[in-house]
């Protein structure tokens, strides 16, 4: 790949984007562990109020990245909160003695990467570091599964009776938007799919950017360092040609905000049958087309907690570490819908599982 644009003397920042679940924290995760001698900061900015991505990340013991080289945004998805948040965490950044060898950036699940790549051209931050690239994870079972697209037919049946509507939905929107920013696109969970469904993940990611960005296959987010940091590519330069449908939108005097999503956190006392707790979880995600949920289960006569993720109603578990001495066990579930989901509802499904 070409490093023609890199800018020698700025620090390299590679932003990673994609849909809730896409498997974003999973590639970090493995890249902090085969980070080849880099020192790596990172950034993650996660929806919902209980910071998992950052634990997760943390307790990977990896020498590339240090506890305190792991900075959470918690108040909002990044790209609303660039001015307040991203800009003056960066300038701290960039303050410190022992500067990192490239900064690695995770947005939530629910965010343009635009704005984010946009504020590398802010004076400060353009003068001592650059986009080295912005990666898109995809969830390919998820796109094989039509998660993302619209049914193209009912909405325009709908449409005769209401003009309002004249959006795609916004998991469709999301998804391009992610995908218009990409300079590499990691279609992952390849093991979930056969040859042929991922045959046509291609053809329908391809179909839905007119730029042709490399497109790569993973499986657990297992890609080299050396494939995703050193695009070289200077990302800000670009941005302005990669609006997403939301600037398109905003050009058109709407706003851009994050209401059609929700999320709210269930905690609950200890789960006493945890296979049954999560087989019953699957229905109730299902009953309530839940789109993520994740967060640690208090197993009774366990020493540790149980790690719960969901992505729609596929869950993995693991006990993922010792609940630390003084720290109070519980379980804390954080739940992630359309805005229509009936939170009461959720809850009460979900209180009702221990
Ligand atoms: N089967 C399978 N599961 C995967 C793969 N990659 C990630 N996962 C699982 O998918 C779930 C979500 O992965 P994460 O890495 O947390 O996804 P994310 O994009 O960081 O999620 P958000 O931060 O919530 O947007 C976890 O349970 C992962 O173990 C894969 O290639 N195959």
Redesign the pocket.
């Known amino acids: 790949m070409t490093l023609a644009k890199a800018q020698p003397g700025k620090i390299p920042a590679t932003v990673i984007t994609?849909?809730?679940?896409?498997?974003?924290?999973?590639?970090i995760?493995n890249l902090l562990q085969n980070a080849d001698g880099k020192r790596i900061a990172l950034i993650i900015n996660?929806?919902g109020d209980l910071g998992?991505?950052g634990d997760?990340l943390k307790g990977c013991g990896a020498e590339a990245c240090s506890e305190e080289d792991i900075i959470e945004l918690t108040n909002g998805c990044i790209c609303c909160t660039v001015a307040d948040d991203f800009i003056p965490t960066m300038t701290k950044l960039l303050e410190r003695e022992n500067r990192p060898d490239h900064i690695v950036i995770?947005t939530?699940?629910l965010a343009l990467p635009q704005p984010l790549v946009a504020a590398f051209n802010w004076p400060d931050i353009r003068s001592e570091v650059t986009v080295d690239g912005v990666v898109t994870?995809v969830?390919s079972?998820a796109v094989a599964a039509g998660r993302f697209a619209d049914d193209h037919d009912k909405v325009d049946a709908l449409r005769v009776v209401d003009d309002n509507l004249d959006h795609e939905s916004p998991l469709e929107e999301l998804f391009e938007d992610q995908l218009t920013a990409a300079d590499l696109i990691v279609l992952?969970?390849?093991?979930?799919i056969d040859a042929a469904g991922l045959k046509s993940v291609r053809e329908e990611v391809a179909s839905r950017i007119s730029r042709k960005p490399t497109m790569i296959e993973?499986?657990?987010?297992e890609v080299a360092a050396a494939i995703l940091l050193g695009l070289g590519v200077g990302t800000e330069g670009e941005i302005a040609n990669r609006k997403s449908h939301h600037e398109l939108d905003h050009e058109a005097g709407e706003e851009h905000d994050h209401d059609e999503f929700d999320s709210f956190v269930v905690e609950l006392g200890p789960v006493a049958d945890p296979t049954l707790f999560v087989d019953r979880l699957k229905t109730v995600i299902a009953e309530h087309d839940v789109l993520?949920l994740?967060g640690f289960a208090d197993i009774p006569g366990k020493p540790m907690r149980l790690l719960i993720?969901a992505?729609g109603s596929?869950i993995?578990q693991y006990y993922d570490r010792a609940w630390a001495p003084g720290e109070a066990r519980g379980t804390r579930l954080v739940v992630?819908g359309l805005h229509d989901m009936d939170e009461a509802a959720v809850r009460t499904a979900i209180s009702a599982l221990v």
Do not use: C, H, P, W
């Open positions: 994609g849909f809730l679940g896409a498997g974003k924290t999973t590639m995760r996660e929806f998992v991505d997760v995770e939530s699940g994870v969830d079972a992952n969970k390849t093991d979930l993973a499986r657990n987010g993520r994740k993720q992505v596929r993995d992630i």
